[in-house]
């Protein structure tokens, strides 16, 4: 478990400020915002897959309950990246503690859900909430589609994400992600539907499959 190492200096951390009684400063899992295609191109796996059992197990060589995880057991659906690194997942492994960026998953989901995530050395799959980890029924059409191809077109794309305005483009090879400044969340339109995709002329944008909505980022759509 040598990839749960970052996982248990932050859980001693935790520790030594409740010690303190500093408990006001103590923070839970904190992720970067990041676009549904920025979490694929980052990821190392991205799989549909049911849940079919969990358990906990422990390292070893500790006993430190910051260094337990929990082993879902999972039946793979679809792989949509990482034909390179595994041909069949069994098992994904996630930390206990949802302060160290764990999830939780329901057996009882029957759709599955989309798991993205990192191997470690010894061939085993990490995943936590800084990845893309989502019901699979949560997924709009549009998400379903880019996992296919869509996405890892634009991995040599920069999805730039707009707080405040101006908020300008810094090079041909950028999307600029208006989410956070049109809806007020990190899940709205261009999250849901769109796709930032190097074009032929080397330029990126944003594509949309399907009718186009009534925004002002529409670069491409479906013909």
């Not at 060589?61 to 082993?71: D, G, R, V």
């Not at 936590?128 to 980890?133: A, F, I, P, S």
């Not at 990190?186 to 944008?205: F, K, V």
Request: aromatic residues 10%; proline residues 4%.
């Amino acid at each position: 478990f040598g990839a749960a190492e970052q996982s248990v200096r932050l859980g001693l951390w935790v520790l030594f400020l409740l010690g303190a009684g500093m408990e006001e400063v103590v923070e839970g899992c904190s992720c970067h915002p990041a676009h549904p295609q920025q979490l694929f191109c980052s990821a190392e796996i991205v799989i549909r897959a049911k849940i079919s059992g969990e358990k906990i197990v422990s390292p070893s060589n500790s006993s430190s309950p910051y260094m337990k995880m929990i082993q879902y057991e999972i039946k793979m659906i679809k792989m949509f990246k990482g034909f390179d690194k595994a041909k069949d997942i069994q098992y994904v492994y996630t930390p206990v503690f949802s302060s160290l960026c764990g999830v939780k998953l329901d057996s009882n989901n029957k759709a599955g859900y989309l798991l993205s995530g990192s191997m470690w050395s010894d061939g085993r799959i990490s995943i936590g909430q800084c990845d893309l980890v989502e019901s699979w029924d949560n997924l709009s059409l549009s998400q379903k589609k880019n996992l296919n191809y869509r996405y890892q077109m634009g991995c040599e794309c920069r999805i730039n994400t707009c707080y405040t305005v101006p908020c300008v483009s810094t090079g041909e090879n950028e999307c600029l992600w208006t989410d956070w400044l049109l809806d007020n969340s990190l899940n709205g339109e261009q999250a849901r539907q769109y796709a930032c995709i190097r074009r032929t002329d080397t330029t990126c944008s944003w594509y949309r499959g399907g009718p186009p909505p009534e925004k002002d980022f529409l670069d491409m759509t479906d013909p």
